[in-house]
């Protein structure tokens, strides 16, 4: 069974900058689309950014020129650059890795990130 290792989550102030690591325990074949997501106390898991095989990404309109998603095939992981955090980011961020046909689901356990002064 695969799993995904999160790391870089923390206590940051409001401003400031973490970036996001995901990596699978082992080689995983035909990646399709690497995610962040992220959810808060009360509130439905949302999709915060992810990027296909090809490069292409997507973000959440409430992230859009703050946080940048990344891949590094090679070594199947994915990364989350979040600058100019704000209290409203403050959730735990779950990674998830995408099989082409949905050939696998893969969740990370979660990283808590907080943003407060």
């Known amino acids: 069974q695969v799993q995904l290792v999160e790391s870089g989550g923390g206590l940051v102030q409001p401003g400031g900058s973490l970036r996001l690591s995901c990596a699978a325990s082992?080689?995983?074949?035909?990646?399709?689309?690497m995610g962040w997501y992220r959810q808060a106390p009360g509130k439905q898991r949302e999709l915060v950014a992810h990027i296909t095989s090809g490069g292409s990404t997507t973000y959440a309109d409430s992230v859009k020129g703050r946080f940048t998603i990344s891949r590094d095939n090679a070594k199947n992981t994915v990364y989350l650059q979040m600058n100019s955090l704000k209290p409203e980011d403050t959730a735990v961020y779950y990674c998830?890795?995408?099989?082409?046909?949905?050939?696998?689901?893969?969740w990370g356990q979660g990283t808590q990130v907080t943003v407060s002064s």
């Open positions: 082992r080689s995983i074949f035909s990646i399709n689309v």
């Open positions: 998830n890795f995408l099989g082409w046909a949905r050939a696998f689901d893969y």
